[in-house]
C-alpha cells in the first residue's frame, strides 16, 4: 500500500515536469505601453495618445503587417459613443484619429479580406 501511494506521487510528480511549456501565441506584455488583449490567437495592443489611438498586432510574437487590414473603433464614455475607423500606418500599426478618456469601454473591430472580422473589448 505505501509503495503504491509513492509510486502514485512519483508518477504525477514527473507529469508535472516533464509537461511542455506553452505560451499562447506570443507575449501578452505590452511593447508600445498599451492594453493588452488576445483574440483568435494574435494579440492585440491598443495606445492611447493625446492625438488618437494606435492599434499594433502581434502574431507568434511577431510584427502583423497591417497593409491589407482593415478596421473601426468604437468608444463608450461618459454616456456618449465615438468612433472612428483605423487606417494602416505602417508594419503592424494602425491609426484612428479619436481620444480615449479613462473609464472608457472601447470595441475594436478588425478585418482582413478573404477572414472574418474579430472584435476586441477593452476597458481604460
Known sequence: MKNTLITLAFIALSTLFFAPFSQAHGDTKPVHGG???VE???VFELVR???GASLYLRDHGKPYPTAKVTGDITILANGKKAGA???A???NKMTADVAIPDGAKVLVKV???GHHSVTVRFTF
Open 35 to 37: 492594453v493588452v488583449k
Open 111 to 113: 478585418k482582413e479580406s
Open 49 to 51: 495618445g493625446e492625438t
Open 40 to 42: 483568435h490567437e494574435m
Open 85 to 87: 475607423t483605423f487606417t
Open 89 to 91: 500606418a505602417g508594419d
